[in-house]
């Protein structure tokens, strides 16, 4: 992914601050009628009238862009079908190399050793253990060849295979209605999501890549893949899993990037 935390504004500029905002509100939304209704939102008016601020200093840019942010969140919310599937595409269309993204180099690739590993699952689940990579595994397995979609404006299409998380979560018995679930991973890296979209049918705890282990740079030991998410909300090398009503943030979005984070 190779995004940099956003910098403070020296100087307030009107353009620069619609573009950040467009960033943090995210460039796209399913429906054409819904990408338009947001964009339509986004003008230094529709800025002022969500925040009551001034975009005359810094402070009330800053201010502007994470009200525009929030209100995205629940806008996208609102509108998000959990019945509502991604589109799936042959194998022939398979980007070769996938593309590896990451907030870091790919020579930084964080190694998880498979021996010993285990996944923390906690928070408001029956079942409060520790999972090996092998009962993971014995668990039914599902394959979807999907597109992952990056906030910088490049997308990619992938197989990935894995337990499908809506399975995984009622394995061990966790209160679905629950706000949040959060991931924490081996190379610092920590997001969250919304129930609605931990229990979509897409929603893969992903195991391998093209029929093969996945690899540590995609994510070894497992990755969540949600196609119906940008990239950035995709975590890997997963650690621990929970299960939360307090808002638990992310990596990204606790420096001003959508939460919601749809693709």
Same mark, same amino acid.
């Given at each position: 992914?190779?995004?940099?935390?956003?910098?403070?504004?020296?100087?307030?500029?009107?353009?620069?601050?619609?573009?950040?905002?467009?960033?943090?509100?995210?460039?796209?939304?399913?429906?054409? &009628?819904?990408? &338009?209704?947001?964009?339509?939102?986004?003008?230094?008016?529709?800025?002022?009238l969500l925040t009551g601020c001034s975009i005359s200093d810094n402070d009330s840019v800053e201010a502007a862009l994470g009200a525009v942010s929030r209100f995205n969140d629940r806008v996208q919310g609102l509108i998000f079908d959990p019945s509502r599937l991604a589109?799936?595409?042959?194998?022939?269309?398979?980007?070769?190399?996938?593309?590896?993204?990451?907030?870091?180099?790919?020579?930084?690739?964080?190694?998880?050793?498979?021996?010993?590993?285990?996944?923390?699952?906690?928070?408001?689940?029956?079942?409060?253990?520790?999972?090996?990579?092998?009962?993971?595994? &014995?668990?039914?397995?599902?394959?979807?060849?999907?597109?992952?979609?990056?906030?910088?404006?490049?997308?990619?299409?992938?197989?990935?295979?894995?337990?499908?998380?809506?399975?995984?979560?009622?394995?061990?018995?966790?209160?679905?209605?629950?706000?949040?679930?959060?991931?924490?991973? &081996?190379?610092?890296?920590?997001?969250?999501?919304?129930?609605?979209?931990?229990?979509?049918?897409?929603?893969?705890?992903?195991?391998?890549?093209?029929?093969?282990?996945?690899?540590?740079?995609?994510?070894?030991?497992?990755?969540?893949?949600?196609?119906?998410?940008?990239?950035?909300?995709?975590?890997?090398?997963?650690?621990?899993?929970?299960?939360?009503?307090?808002?638990?943030?992310?990596?990204?979005?606790?420096?001003?990037?959508?939460?919601?984070?749809?693709?």
């Open positions: 992914m190779n995004l940099f935390k956003r910098p403070a504004l020296d100087t307030v500029d009107a353009e620069a601050a619609l573009a950040e905002a467009r960033v943090l509100i995210g460039r796209r939304v399913a429906q054409p &009628a819904r990408r &338009a209704f947001l964009q339509r939102s986004l003008t230094l008016g529709g800025l002022s589109p799936t595409y042959p194998e022939s269309m398979i980007t070769r190399p996938f593309p590896f993204n990451a907030y870091y180099g790919e020579d930084e690739v964080r190694t998880v050793a498979e021996e010993g590993f285990t996944l923390e699952v906690t928070g408001l689940v029956a079942d409060r253990r520790r999972w090996t990579l092998a009962e993971l595994r &014995a668990m039914p397995q599902q394959d979807q060849v999907t597109r992952h979609i990056c906030v910088e404006g490049w997308s990619a299409i992938g197989k990935w295979g894995g337990v499908r998380f809506a399975d995984f979560l009622q394995r061990v018995g966790a209160d679905t209605g629950a706000r949040y679930v959060g991931f924490k991973c &081996a190379d610092d890296y920590y997001t969250s999501i919304d129930m609605p979209t931990a229990l979509h049918p897409q929603t893969l705890l992903t195991l391998s890549y093209d029929g093969q282990p996945l690899p540590p740079k995609y994510g070894f030991p497992m990755k969540l893949r949600m196609p119906t998410k940008l990239g950035y909300k995709n975590p890997k090398h997963i650690q621990a899993i929970f299960v939360t009503n307090t808002y638990p943030g992310g990596y990204w979005e606790d420096q001003g990037y959508n939460w919601f984070g749809g693709s």
